[in-house]
């Protein structure tokens, strides 16, 4: 069973091998699906076609005909969708019975995942069988094969090409299954048993809960949800039953899944709805169980260590599941987050938990889909469902980079339901902060001002305990931890070039550390109760793992010497141990931050409990987090931003433990924590005087709101705590921020209202002055500036920069029931009624006033009120005319009872109480119920921890540069700054305009920040330095560019000496990469009040603009940059004018240089002088090389230049080179010096080609072509005749582009092509739009330090000619691959158009019909100059008749980069010199021209050649014919033997050899997608040198025609199908044939009334067929539909399909079976009918044996008895034997030998005669006179004789009684 085990479980733990690193957004997919052929499929006479299903999207194949039909059809699907989303859908692939009606038309299916393809090498699964099966019958076989390729595109991936192997046909179904070697697939059942579910949240409306309610009923709102869950896997959805009003439902179900395993499907889904009697049911959370991290082959650590055994099938739990979606608050309107609750995204709430469990049986013997767990298996639940107390304290020590002011904050700490404020389920706990006001940083920021009193948060929760589990996971969490920070250290060393001992200083800590942390043992499982079985499973797993690392580590310590080639197998190492540390089991609930703002949920953040939780059995078992201060980023719910705009920064302390080791927490705790209760006393200004009687609907003492009731004496200290001093006024600081609070600079406003009835006059309204939201507020002679703060105008003013009139009125109407109007207008009109405007007065802060803002403001109320004009408004300190509300805050504090330390705060559980006592107008005691609930966590007791010392520090920020910022400017650039945040202060850098790569070399000075606690705890976990990018705007708002995080380094005394290095951060704009930022940053302890202490102030560059200091800021040198600035293509207008007359201006470190300007664009657009030069101070080490900037500038009339292009050219490292090392290839190709040469030297082979050339030519045109050399040269040799065995060479193919080849370098060898970009970059877009190209190139070197030193030789100097050159240029376009289809068949027209400059070739008439595929076989030739006309570009169009053709795709070549290039790519070199032939030499040089002038260019002497050419001399060798051509067929075509040699020197010099390359196409539809392939190549002749040689002639291949006659002899032992009527068994055969994919159907005539099933017939078939002999195929033509414009030509395999059928003339014909034949390996017959038998024909699952099959197309003719077969209750049997003669002739051959059909004439070769049949063969109904004859007195003649005696018998007695009375009476009378 174990075996079995291991066995079946060996794909399951499939693992991606190529990662999916792609962005989460929705992008571009393709989906490729190419169906084969079909084998074994079950049924008779069957016409199967296969549907294939993905995303919604369904296409078909053709309809075929056979048990093994052969379709070879490529379905295309496209989709935009997420990546995650799109790897869990699956392929379905069904095959269908066409012929069939019935519901079982379905014979087989097969589901794959997309994400299982996509985890394949390249992202494709090619040429493999699909094993097909029933998918509701467990029990039943394979049910036949589908062969099958399929690839999962995304942008930029390439199809892997697809090969047959020579040997396909014959090959083994089993080795070539979709499973790996040797595992065979069986039925399993997965048994999903869920059990119950808990805190499912409220999903139904509560009315009418609201109405029993108000009769008095019980009210159960809680329960108001009715959940059922759905379970699917691999396209099957089973649902539980419904369990109504109920939030903690039990259903205690089974679900039984029945798959084929190993399985090709990854998760299983779990989703628990809520059902709903009339609307669609409402999701409420989704769950995963992925099979991959619960189960394992073991296949990777057994052959590693030998070990066995590993594999183990899935298993899960009993566990929970923990469900996360939208916020658990139920409104009666559409959820906004509903689709979280799908599991699209992060869920940003607890929604509840299930508890299930997963076993696997290997048998499938349960039918029931869904049943009822038995009441033993849910009592063993029991034990895994034990509930421990957990207590978790959470210490907010900072809120920062708030960027929003205004409302009051808080934050809420939830683990599951515990702790959420909104739910009344749970008891209330102390999981909220106070509310405070947002403080401003004086610079752009606002926080949270908390000082030294830190809000603390403090629940308990009950939960499983999973510590071994959490335990295990930590170790490995803290284990992956340190290997990823040791592999960052080792790749900056490499990044840096340190020295090699400093690099393998790092490498060995690296090591050592593995060693180590390998070494340790992950937590024991015995003893422990609730262990499950996929427990022991992991663990054993886990420790194999880490045994194979470690042996793996010590074996690279001991053997390893290059230090960057270990770096793999390190990342594969740091890999395997983050997979190591997912738990699947883990059932704790996520800790939830949320950030409230007005009772409205804002952001939040999710930290695993796992992360913070505390472990008592080991200190590396505790997480990562525990007790350790975090720096948490909040994000809001469903982000589209993906986290570009940031909420708010956190720092928090999160401790997490059992209850039972809570004192644990003491050692953890950093200041001292209080804990108190408070309540706020209430008063009202009536009459003047201060009290309550005014406090309408309020309460005299009352909670934060002012809503609920409260009394000091009402007030009860929760169990374990008591008093520890009385009641006292304590104000909330943080409540009274003023909004001034922070800023500099401040305008006071207030609004002037008048009103009047329509038509009247204005007068004041009754609220003259209020503020924006028409509130009441102090009229503006009331309002007096603050301390602190001096006006700086003398009085107010009113503000007219805004839609107002000239005396900045703005106009209203109300419409009741409103009291102020909701809009205003600038104009007056008639029917206005209310109008306003905006009185101002700007204020600064007094340079001079020593106003203390930290402390409490002078002026404020000694007795601690605050005061507000009413109820509910906003507070603040100092009382005006105008308020009537005021309020003060009392505290008492508590202390524990019974325990001393800071754990004495997880005592706080409960409300401390409100009054419920009933005033003199309260209800009943029923009523006070409900109150006590609705107040559940209002008065919880408020936790803080006072810190007694804070620390003070010095941050300076070293910001140095920044680069490949994005455009967020039509100029192409932006305009960056950075804001640098720290804690709660923040600072901005100096603007630095136009430019994507800043440099600001700035330091910012962060003084006297304060932060509490020990500074060696601090170091432990430092706050991080924030830098968000802007570009400023000087209209509208500064754009956000992106953030970057920067660890600080801390220094806590003034002597260490740890110096930052300045370091390449990632900027993030949400999920996209949008640069990096070079920065450091150390954080100094100040020791010192005056800061004598710290170091030196770096010097200013401005006052107040701190540059970075000497020994931080990258050291120097001069270097020489240059510039080969060749030319500008392709510029587009800008400004809708041309850019005419463009130069460059060349930026690189701060230097500037400009080249002249080019005269006319469209001429020549080159530069005229092609060199510059520049001097710069570049920074030594390469990681902080800056980049270099291009700019494009247009000259245009009154002196305008506007930047109409512009580039960034980020790496140099390319461009560097050492200056005194001679280059052997100074100039850019052999050509080129010859473009002025004499006449003379070009030789016009056609003039010395041969006599007998043409002779020769014709007759090998018939035996080889130009696409027996291509296919001979891609492997496909059974296309190519005998055209490698004469001798003759190939070509390279290529699989790529020729640019993409690596040894050709993208053929920029001379210079390369800079894209120039202009406008800002889109957010939908990755690149801003290419508006030209740059072409040219840089060298750069270091310039001595000595200027007295001669400097290096120049890098450029001998350049070709500039000027334009006139080339021809043909294009070969060979044959498309897998083209896009455009028509609804799913197929394509595809025709090919060329445009080269202005000239186009649209070839719309030889267009190829109803293809993918199409063989083009065409030649195109043009002349062009270049380089204006340098870009050829080849669409491919589907043609259409009615409508526009549309574009399949296009590919550009650049030509100008071939001409120039030294690899001589204009003309690729061939392997052999040949004047005659198909190979005959095409270019304009011969070869030995070429070596001569290779030979000038690279500064060697002439070729010498020796020995009448056949030795030769060159660079310093010898070369000899003979060695390049030993061992070689010489054929007649080849060239003298000078030109032979020179050639094969040639092809060692590196140069582009004869070629096709494969271009991929692209659409702007989906322009990172591959619409297809196309193969092709391109030659450029420059007309200078004369006229090219011949062009190939490469015209597709035409099928040939031939016959293939089959003569019917005779049948034997046919099955007898039907009975006489005389009970005899017989059968009237017949005999039909056809060749699969022909219409041409042949039958015999009927042999009647064979009674041992033996028929004669003598009948002959005729199948004429057209046939490729090179590529084994026929080719059928014929229109799909009448209504079909153009035949569709497919290409099929020769078949031969021969059926024995029954005759019958008043139903239909009964099918008695087949054969089916393939002409290429057909089955050798036997001479005799006894000998066949059904074994001749193999199953399909065994390779056919070589010796029983033979070559029909070779052997030409065969005779003998084939077997047929049919199929019956799933097996084969034999239904008959025919005898048959075939034969295979040529259409000349049909000619000289001609043959009727049937016995037509003329009947000869052979001549038939009519069959010798027995007399019984005839038609019954056509002759009654034989069937009296054979039928009936055969079988009764003796009754009828007997009858006929019987008759005469009957006579005569008739006769003697009728004559008897009369003789009898004569007898008496005796007459005489």
């Known amino acids: 069973?174990?075996?079995?085990?291991?066995?079946?479980?060996?794909?399951?733990?499939?693992?991606?091998?190529?990662?999916?690193?792609?962005?989460?957004?929705?992008?571009?997919?393709?989906?490729?699906?190419?169906?084969?052929?079909?084998?074994?499929?079950?049924?008779?006479?069957?016409?199967?076609?296969?549907?294939?299903?993905?995303?919604?999207?369904?296409?078909?194949?053709?309809?075929?005909?056979?048990?093994?039909?052969?379709?070879?059809?490529?379905?295309?699907?496209?989709?935009?969708?997420?990546?995650?989303?799109?790897f869990d859908e699956i392929i379905t692939v069904r095959v269908y019975d066409s012929n069939s009606l019935r519901s079982d038309s379905l014979m087989g299916e097969f589901k794959i995942d997309i994400g299982y393809v996509y985890d394949e090498p390249g992202h494709s699964v090619v040429r493999k069988w699909l094993l097909l099966q029933d998918p509701d019958d467990a029990s039943s076989g394979a049910k036949g094969y589908l062969k099958v390729s399929m690839f999962v595109l995304g942008a930029g991936d390439e199809p892997m090409l697809e090969k047959k192997d020579v040997n396909e046909d014959q090959e083994d179904i089993e080795s070539n299954l979709l499973m790996p070697a040797g595992i065979a697939l069986r039925w399993i059942t997965f048994v999903l048993k869920i059990y119950r579910a808990e805190d499912i949240p409220q999903m139904d409306d509560a009315f009418a809960q609201s109405v029993k309610e108000m009769f008095g009923g019980d009210s159960d709102k809680k329960n108001l949800v009715d959940p059922f869950v759905e379970v699917s896997f691999a396209g099957k959805m089973i649902r539980t039953k419904v369990i109504e009003k109920n939030a903690n439902p039990e259903w205690n179900q089974a679900v039984n899944l029945q798959i084929k395993f190993p399985s090709m499907c990854e998760r299983i889904r779990l989703t628990v709805y809520d059902w709903d009697r009339l609307t669609k049911n409402d999701c409420v959370g989704t769950a995963y169980l992925n099979l991959s991290k619960i189960a394992s082959s073991g296949g990777e650590v057994e052959a590693a260590t030998g070990e066995s055994g590993l594999g183990f099938l899935p298993a899960f739990g009993p566990c929970y599941l923990t469900l996360y979606g939208s916020p658990r608050e139920f409104t009666g309107f559409p959820d906004p987050y509903d689709d979280l609750n799908y599991g699209k995204g992060e869920g940003v709430a607890y929604r509840g938990r299930i508890l299930v469990e997963l076993v696997t049986k290997l048998d499938v013997s349960n039918e029931k889909k869904i049943e009822d767990i038995p009441n033993d298996d849910i009592l063993v639940t029991e034990k895994y469902q034990r509930r421990r107390k957990f207590s978790l304290s959470v210490v907010f020590h900072s809120a920062t980079m708030l960027t929003e002011g205004g409302e009051a904050i808080q934050f809420e700490v939830s683990i599951g339901n515990y702790g959420n404020k909104?739910?009344?389920?749970?008891?209330?706990?102390?999981?909220?902060?106070?509310?405070?006001?947002?403080?401003?940083?004086?610079?752009?920021?606002?926080?949270?001002?908390?000082?030294?009193?830190?809000?603390?948060?403090?629940?308990?929760?009950?939960?499983?305990?999973?510590?071994?589990?959490?335990?295990?996971?930590?170790?490995?969490?803290?284990?992956a931890d340190r290997l990823e920070a040791n592999v960052t250290a080792l790749k900056t060393a490499m990044l840096a070039n340190v020295s090699d001992s400093r690099l393998a200083e790092v490498w060995l800590k690296l090591i050592d550390q593995v060693l180590e942390d390998t070494s340790c043992q992950l937590p024991e499982l015995e003893g422990k109760p609730n262990i499950t079985a996929l427990d022991i499973q992991i663990r054993k797993l886990r420790m194999f793992y880490l045994e194979n690392i470690k042996e793996s580590a010590r074996k690279l310590r001991e053997e390893a010497t290059d230090v960057k080639a270990t770096l793999p197998d390190i990342e594969d190492w740091l890999l395997k141990v983050y997979q190591m540390a997912e738990e699947p089991q883990n059932s704790m609930p996520d800790v939830i931050i949320w950030m409230i703002q007005g009772e409205r949920r804002v952001a939040y953040a999710r930290v695993s409990a796992a992360s913070v939780l505390f472990s008592t059995s080991h200190a590396e078992a505790c997480g990562k987090y525990c007790g350790k201060t975090q720096t948490v980023f909040l994000k809001h719910p469903q982000d589209k931003t993906n986290g570009a705009k940031l909420p708010v920064q956190l720092r928090v302390n999160i401790w997490l433990g059992l209850s039972a080791v809570e004192q644990k927490f003491n050692s953890y705790a950093e200041g001292t924590f209080s804990v108190s209760a408070e309540m706020y006393e209430n008063q009202a200004l009536m009459f003047g005087k201060w009290g309550t009687t005014g406090l309408v609907g309020k309460h005299k003492f009352s909670d934060v709101t002012g809503k609920i009731k409260l009394k000091k004496e009402s007030f009860l200290p929760p169990k374990g705590w008591e008093w520890e001093s009385d009641w006292i006024v304590d104000p909330e600081r943080s409540m009274l921020i003023e909004a001034d609070a922070g800023h500099t600079e401040f305008a006071d406003e207030v609004y002037e209202n008048e009103s009047r009835f329509p038509g009247g006059e204005w007068k004041a309204a009754d609220?003259?002055?209020?503020?924006?939201?028409?509130?009441?507020?102090?009229?503006?002679?009331?309002?007096?500036?603050?301390?602190?703060?001096?006006?700086?105008?003398?009085?107010?003013?009113?503000?007219?920069?805004?839609?107002?009139?000239?005396?900045?009125?703005?106009?209203?109407?109300?419409?009741?029931?409103?009291?102020?109007?909701?809009?205003?207008?600038?104009?007056?009109?008639?029917?206005?009624?209310?109008?306003?405007?905006?009185?101002?007065?700007?204020?600064?802060?007094?340079?001079?006033?020593?106003?203390?803002?930290?402390?409490?403001?002078?002026?404020?109320?000694?007795?601690?009120?605050?005061?507000?004009?009413?109820?509910?408004?906003?507070?603040?300190?100092?009382?005006?005319?105008?308020?009537?509300?005021?309020?003060?805050?009392?505290?008492?504090?508590?202390?524990?009872?019974d325990r001393i330390g800071s754990a004495a705060i997880f005592k706080l559980e409960g409300a401390l109480g409100a009054d419920m006592s009933a005033d003199d107008d309260s209800k009943s005691s029923g009523k006070d119920k409900e109150t006590a609930t609705t107040v559940f966590g209002a008065n919880t007791p408020i936790v803080s921890c006072t810190f007694g010392k804070s620390f003070v520090y010095h941050l300076r920020c070293y910001i140095y540069q920044a680069r490949h910022l994005k455009a967020l400017d039509k100029d192409s650039f932006s305009d960056p700054y950075a804001y640098v945040s720290f804690l709660h202060q923040s600072k901005k850098t100096e603007i630095v305009h136009a430019t994507l790569n800043p440099t600001w070399d700035q330091t910012l000075l962060f003084n006297d920040l304060e932060i509490y606690g020990d500074p060696q705890i601090i170091a432990k976990n430092l706050p991080d330095v924030v830098i968000e990018l802007f570009d400023y705007d000087q209209v509208g708002k500064d754009e956000f560019l992106g953030r970057s995080i920067c660890p600080p380094v801390l220094k806590l005394s003034g002597t260490t000496d740890i110096t930052p290095k300045l370091l390449w951060y990632p900027v993030q704009n949400g999920s996209k990469q949008a640069g990096d930022v070079l920065v450091a940053a150390e954080l100094i302890l100040k020791t010192k009040a005056d800061g004598s202490d710290l170091p030196i102030v770096p010097p200013q560059r401005a006052p107040k603009l701190y540059m970075v200091p000497q020994g931080i800021r990258p050291v120097v040198q001069l270097t020489a940059v240059e510039i080969l600035t060749w030319g500008l293509r392709n510029m587009k207008p800008y400004q809708l004018a041309a850019v005419t007359s463009p130069s460059l201006i060349i930026q690189c470190g701060g230097e500037v240089v400009e080249t002249a300007v080019i005269k006319n664009v469209k001429k020549n657009p080159n530069f005229p002088s092609s060199v510059l030069f520049m001097k710069v101070l570049m920074p030594k080490e390469e990681m902080y090389t800056p980049p270099v900037i291009v700019k494009v500038i247009d000259h245009r009339p009154f002196g305008r230049k506007p930047v109409v292009g512009q580039c960034t050219i980020e790496s140099l490292e390319e461009f560097r080179c050492d200056p005194f090392v001679e280059k052997m290839d100074v100039a850019p190709q052999a050509r080129m010096c010859l473009m002025s040469a004499p006449r003379d030297v070009i030789i016009d082979i056609d003039d010395k080609k041969p006599l007998l050339a043409s002779k020769l030519a014709e007759k090998e045109e018939e035996t080889v072509d130009w696409w027996s050399k291509f296919f001979a040269s891609t492997g496909d040799h059974d296309k190519c005749g005998q055209y490698v065995q004469k001798g003759y060479d190939g070509l390279k193919v290529y699989d790529c582009e020729l640019e993409d080849v690596p040894e050709f370098y993208g053929l920029t060898d001379f210079c390369k092509t800079f894209k120039l970009e202009r406008g800002r970059t889109e957010d939908d877009e990755d690149d801003p739009s290419i508006v030209g190209e740059f072409k040219g190139s840089f060298k750069i070197y270091p310039l001595p330090d000595d200027p007295g030193m001669p400097p290096p030789p120049r890098q450029f100097r001998e350049l070709p000619d500039s000027g334009p050159q006139e080339c021809i240029v043909r294009i070969y376009i060979v044959r498309g691959i897998d083209l896009q289809p455009k028509d609804s068949n799913g197929l394509c027209d595809p025709y090919v158009k060329i445009v080269l400059g202005k000239k186009v070739i649209e070839d719309r008439d030889h267009y190829i019909p109803n293809t993918l595929n199409p063989e083009f076989g065409r030649m195109y030739e043009l002349s062009c100059f270049l380089p204006q006309e340098k870009d050829l570009k080849i669409s491919v169009f589907d043609f259409d008749m009615l409508t526009r053709d549309e574009k399949v795709g296009d590919t550009v070549i650049d030509l100008e980069n071939r001409f120039l290039s030294r690899f001589g790519a204009t003309c690729g070199v061939p392997q052999s010199y040949c004047t005659t032939g198909i190979n005959t030499w095409r270019d304009q040089l011969r070869p030995t021209q070429l070596l001569q002038n290779l030979a000038r260019l690279k500064g060697f002497p002439q070729p010498a050649f020796l020995d009448d050419g056949n030795r030769i001399s060159y660079g310093g060798k010898d070369y000899t014919l003979n060695e390049f051509e030993a061992n070689k067929i010489l054929h007649p075509h080849l060239g003298p033997p000078d030109e032979r040699l020179a050639l094969h020197v040639l092809r060692t010099q590196g140069l582009v050899p004869e070629h096709v390359e494969t271009r991929t196409l692209y659409s702007s539809f989906q322009p990172n997608l591959s619409q297809g392939r196309i193969q092709m190549w391109v030659d450029v002749f420059p007309k200078s040198l004369g006229p090219p040689g011949t062009p190939f002639d490469i015209t597709p291949r035409k099928a040939k025609k031939y016959v293939l006659r089959v003569i019917i002899w005779n049948t034997s032992d046919v099955i007898l199908q039907e009975k006489s009527i005389t009970g005899e068994e017989m059968s009237d055969i017949y005999v039909k044939g056809w060749m699969p994919g022909f219409d041409d159907k042949q039958k015999t005539d009927v042999h009647y009334r064979s009674l041992g099933g033996e028929g004669n017939f003598n009948w002959r078939y005729v199948f004429p067929f057209e046939y490729l002999p090179a590529e084994q195929l026929c080719v059928v033509a014929k229109k799909e539909h009448f209504w079909s414009l153009d035949k569709t030509e497919f290409r099929v395999p020769p078949k031969l399909l021969i059926q024995i059928w029954d005759n019958d003339k008043f139903s239909l014909d009964d099918y008695l079976g087949y054969l089916e034949l393939n002409l290429h390996n057909i089955i050798v017959p036997t001479k005799t009918s006894s000998k066949c038998n059904i074994d001749m024909i193999p199953d399909d699952k065994q390779p056919v044996k070589p010796k029983s099959v033979t070559n029909l197309f070779e052997q030409k003719s065969i005779k003998g008895w084939w077997p047929c077969i049919a199929e019956k209750d799933g097996t084969r049997i034999l239904a008959g034997k025919v005898e048959m003669t075939l034969e295979i002739v040529t259409e000349k051959e049909a000619e000289e030998r001609p043959s009727g059909k049937a016995r037509d004439e003329p009947n000869m070769n052979p001549k038939l005669d009519p069959p010798n049949r027995p007399e019984t063969s005839f038609l019954w109904f056509t002759n009654p006179c034989k069937t009296m004859k054979y039928i009936v007195w055969r079988k009764f003649k003796w009754i009828f004789l007997g009858i006929i005696l019987l008759l005469i018998v009957l006579l005569f007695v008739g006769v003697f009684l009728y004559s008897l009375p009369n003789y009898v009476s004569m007898k008496i009378i005796k007459p005489v």
């Open 1 to 86: 069973m174990a075996g079995q085990t291991s066995a079946a479980a060996k794909r399951i733990t499939r693992k991606s091998k190529t990662g999916r690193s792609l962005p989460n957004k929705p992008q571009d997919f393709q989906i490729r699906f190419r169906v084969i052929e079909g084998r074994q499929l079950p049924g008779n006479n069957i016409k199967p076609v296969v549907k294939v299903s993905i995303c919604n999207q369904t296409h078909r194949t053709r309809i075929k005909r056979g048990n093994n039909p052969f379709f070879d059809e490529l379905l295309f699907y496209n989709v935009n969708m997420l990546p995650a989303d799109l």
């Open 422 to 479: 909104f739910d009344t389920t749970c008891k209330p706990l102390a999981s909220t902060t106070q509310y405070s006001r947002p403080m401003f940083d004086g610079n752009h920021y606002y926080y949270l001002p908390w000082s030294n009193v830190k809000p603390v948060v403090t629940l308990t929760s009950y939960w499983e305990n999973v510590s071994h589990r959490l335990d295990a996971v930590n170790i490995l969490q803290n284990m």
């Open 767 to 897: 609220e003259q002055y209020t503020d924006v939201n028409g509130e009441k507020s102090a009229p503006p002679g009331e309002i007096d500036c603050p301390p602190g703060w001096q006006w700086e105008s003398d009085a107010w003013s009113y503000d007219i920069n805004r839609a107002v009139d000239e005396k900045g009125w703005e106009y209203g109407f109300v419409i009741p029931p409103d009291t102020k109007p909701k809009s205003w207008s600038a104009a007056e009109k008639m029917y206005h009624t209310h109008r306003r405007r905006r009185l101002m007065r700007q204020r600064k802060k007094d340079p001079k006033a020593a106003a203390d803002v930290k402390g409490r403001p002078p002026g404020q109320d000694p007795e601690g009120w605050e005061y507000a004009a009413l109820i509910g408004w906003k507070f603040h300190i100092k009382q005006r005319s105008s308020d009537t509300f005021r309020r003060r805050r009392w505290r008492r504090k508590m202390a524990p009872s």
